[in-house]
């Protein structure tokens, strides 16, 4: 994007250049020579006014990447124990640090293995919240943990899970839970995988599998060294340095506090201060804490955080931009709503005239 003139940005709207200026002009931004770079912030908003999408692409053309955690999600048939696996694992993670600080429930945490790696877990199970967060295009998660209880085998959402991540093009570790029982069957658990058509690691596939037991906490540390493994293969890296792009896990009401946002940084990184953009809400970040609660000023990539300063409550999924001053938080944010509006007057009209159809 970098280095856009208004110029360019009237070719690719198809609006004239006069127009485009006087809109700059009306949100009160410096109308220079119409071969002026314009930020990505104003292409945004101007292009908002004339009704065209602009998408944000980052380049991180010449960017140092670094190795960055995995983002992974827990996914499975009910009561096969996501839950339980989570509170395991949230439990391994809190122990790990012996920080003895209260653990709060973000909607995700991070274990810290002692070789120094960590692994970053959503801690909202379920197929809804993954599908949702795709939906609105935060494809965060990296690897999904499919849980199937080793007394009950295959069921409907395990082949739902599946389909998810096979669409989403995420790669699957597959935890055989419940391993502790009397009546486990794991290895029929793997042939009906297998059937399914899970290229299994055993099978000559890349799916790795592991045993193990919510309950008594066996099998968790090959867990996350399966995940870690995967990680590897995948090569996960993010650009450290510049402007952050996150998004919203989780976003609550703290009576005291206000809108907490609970985020995963994609790319650069996130310091208090700064102007941000969150869907159509904005606000000025004035403190980030660590899963463990501590202050910090700053947030890198993979590592989730809670923000604070939020003017409203955004939704899960939501992205965040940084933007370079208040005046521009407030109209990017105030375009985007007006956008969402009027998308919602559209379908409402639409609607509308479905009705009137069937009944002309
Ligand atoms: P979810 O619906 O997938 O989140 O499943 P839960 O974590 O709520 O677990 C469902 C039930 O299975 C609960 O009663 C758990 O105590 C039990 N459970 C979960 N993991 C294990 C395990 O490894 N062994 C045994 N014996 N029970 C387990
Ligand atoms: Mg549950």
């Given at each position: ?89 949230r439990?391994?993670a809190v122990?790990?640090?012996?920080a003895?600080g209260i653990t709060q429930h973000l909607g995700a945490f991070v ?9 970053t877990f959503l801690d909202t ?15 965060v ?103 952050a792009?996150a998004y919203v896990v989780e976003a609550r009401v703290d009576r005291g506090r206000g809108p907490l946002v609970t985020a995963i940084v994609?790319?650069?990184t996130l310091s208090v201060g700064q102007?941000i953009?969150v869907?159509?809400e904005?606000g000025r970040i004035r403190a980030i804490r660590d899963t463990l609660g501590r202050a910090t000023e700053l947030a890198g990539?993979a590592i989730p955080v809670e923000i604070e300063g939020m003017?409203?409550l955004p939704m899960a999924?939501d992205?965040i ?40």
């Amino acid at each position: 994007f970098e280095g856009m003139t208004v110029v360019e940005l009237a070719k690719r709207t198809g609006s004239s250049v006069r127009s485009l200026q006087e809109i700059m002009a009306s949100v009160g931004e410096k109308v220079g020579s119409e071969f002026d770079p314009i930020t990505i912030d104003v292409a945004e908003l101007v292009s908002t006014e004339v009704g065209v999408n602009v998408k944000r692409l980052h380049s991180e053309e010449g960017a140092i990447l670094k190795p960055r955690p995995p983002v992974v999600t827990v996914m499975g048939h009910v009561d096969h124990g996501k839950t339980s696996l989570l509170d395991a694992l949230r439990k391994t993670a809190v122990a790990a640090k012996e920080a003895g600080g209260i653990t709060q429930h973000l909607g995700a945490f991070v274990v810290s293995m002692p070789s120094g790696a960590s692994i970053t877990f959503l801690d909202t199970p379920g197929h809804a919240a993954f599908t949702a967060m795709r939906a609105r295009g935060a494809a965060v998660t990296d690897i999904v943990t499919l849980v199937v209880a080793a007394d009950d085998g295959v069921m409907p959402q395990t082949l739902e899970a599946m389909s998810h991540a096979k669409e989403a093009n995420v790669p699957v570790v597959v935890a055989i839970n419940k391993c502790d029982k009397p009546g486990a069957d794991p290895e029929r658990v793997r042939i009906q995988l297998g059937s399914e058509g899970l290229p299994l690691e055993d099978l000559g596939g890349d799916v790795q599998v592991v045993e193990i037991s919510a309950l008594t906490g066996t099998g968790l540390d090959k867990l996350e060294e399966a995940l870690l493994l995967q990680a590897e293969l995948m090569d996960l890296k993010a650009r450290v340095d510049g402007p952050a792009q996150a998004y919203v896990v989780e976003a609550r009401v703290d009576r005291g506090r206000g809108p907490l946002v609970t985020a995963i940084v994609k790319s650069g990184t996130l310091s208090v201060g700064q102007y941000i953009v969150v869907g159509a809400e904005w606000g000025r970040i004035r403190a980030i804490r660590d899963t463990l609660g501590r202050a910090t000023e700053l947030a890198g990539p993979a590592i989730p955080v809670e923000i604070e300063g939020m003017k409203g409550l955004p939704m899960a999924g939501d992205d965040i931009t940084v933007v370079g001053s208040e005046e521009r938080a407030r109209m990017l944010s105030q375009g985007r709503r007006k956008k969402l509006e009027q998308g919602r007057l559209e379908r409402m009209s639409q609607e509308n005239q479905e009705i009137c159809a069937e009944e002309g």
